[in-house]
């Protein structure tokens, strides 16, 4: 079964390869995730320093989040090709200081 996710995280990492980079981490982020896990947030930006804005529904999903940032972040630039300083998680309804936005969910 190993085998086999390794295989379609690689061939999706190569039918990506011409999207823009938030294209690309926003496909590859179910797969980095899982189906379960990724429903709970929401991949924003890609700001300048390389680092990911993720959106998080509710407290506890941010703490699960949290604990999985770096080998979630090793992941996602694997699979959708594009290098990353890490993830910033922002809570739902909190400005987010990359863009200067505030999520209304």
Do not use: N, Y
Request: proline letters at 6%.
């Amino acid at each position: 079964m190993e085998r086999m996710r390794d295989f379609l995280r690689g061939s999706l990492g190569r039918s990506l390869r011409s999207l823009p980079e938030e294209d690309r981490l926003a496909a590859a982020w179910p797969v980095a995730c899982g189906s379960a896990l990724a429903g709970h947030a929401e991949p924003l930006h890609l700001d300048p320093e390389g680092f990911l804005h993720v959106r998080v529904r509710g407290e506890a999903w941010m703490q699960q989040f949290l604990d999985i940032r770096s080998p979630l972040a090793r992941d996602l630039a694997r699979i959708a090709g594009v290098p990353l300083a890490g993830i910033h998680f922002l809570k739902a309804g909190v400005r987010d200081q990359g863009t200067g936005m505030k999520d209304k969910r």
